[in-house]
């Protein structure tokens, strides 16, 4: 269900080494900074560190939902208005985000957003 959120899109490949501490922008404003990365085939997303917005709460963006990549910039642009991010499933530091069920509600989650 909602695989291909999980995947960067074809025309976007960056290096998820490369994507840590990046600033995330939503389509409204300013989110955080990439606190972690993956590329990992079928499981590619970053984990973002909202600081004081949603106080300290972290976020797990699937790799379909950005939109693109400004290394010069040192910035991740997501497909996503900040309320639609601080709605997602709430993070769970002790289970950890690759958990199938917590995957499973975020592609759910991400994905109905990406088809309307």
Known sequence: MYAEIWEFRTDMKPNARNLKGLSVEARDGSIGKIDEATDEVGSSAIVVDTGPWIFGRKVVIPAGALERVDL?????????????????????????WQNDEYRGRLGTYYGERRAS
């Not at 010069?72 to 950890?96: A, C, L, R």
Request: proline residues 8%; aromatic residues 8%; charged residues 45%.
């Open 72 to 96: 010069n910039d040192e910035k991740v642009y997501v497909s996503m208005t900040k309320d639609e991010i601080k709605d997602s499933p709430e993070f769970d530091p002790k289970t950890g």
